[in-house]
């Protein structure tokens, strides 16, 4: 089994940044894919970014290019989501998911763990 912690939520004004980290408790298998969706009260779960562990493969989400750039540190088991230039819309839960395949889990599929998630607030 896979845990994943998530930090660095919080209230941020409207143009500010947040870094948000997910780390897991070990990678199993040198193939899998960690991500980050995000999902408000009453609105469907949106994907955000996803990286590949073992190469620099990334997507992201149309909502988040340009502004929102994902990460990661393989020493420490860590992917990281650097979020600037935020919009009251970013204000969601946002939450680590890790899986096997890029290409399926950017579509919410073959997720195997999901972190617990951390608020992201962005005040107008």
């Not at 004004?13 to 408000?40: E, K």
């Amino acid at each position: 089994q896979v845990q994943l912690v998530e930090s660095g939520g919080g209230l941020v004004q409207v143009g500010g940044s947040l870094r948000l980290s997910c780390t897991a408790s070990r990678r199993t298998l040198s193939t899998y894919i960690m991500g980050w969706f995000r999902q408000a009260p009453g609105k469907e779960r949106e994907f955000v970014a996803a990286r590949a562990w073992s190469n620099n493969s990334t997507v992201y989400g149309d909502s988040v290019k340009g502004r929102f750039t994902i990460s990661r540190d393989n020493t420490k088991n860590t992917v990281y989501l650097q979020m600037n230039s935020l919009k009251p819309e970013d204000t969601a839960g946002y939450y680590c998911a890790t899986g096997k395949n890029i290409r399926a889990l950017v579509v919410g599929n073959g997720i195997d763990y999901w972190g617990q998630g951390t608020q992201v607030t962005v005040s107008s």
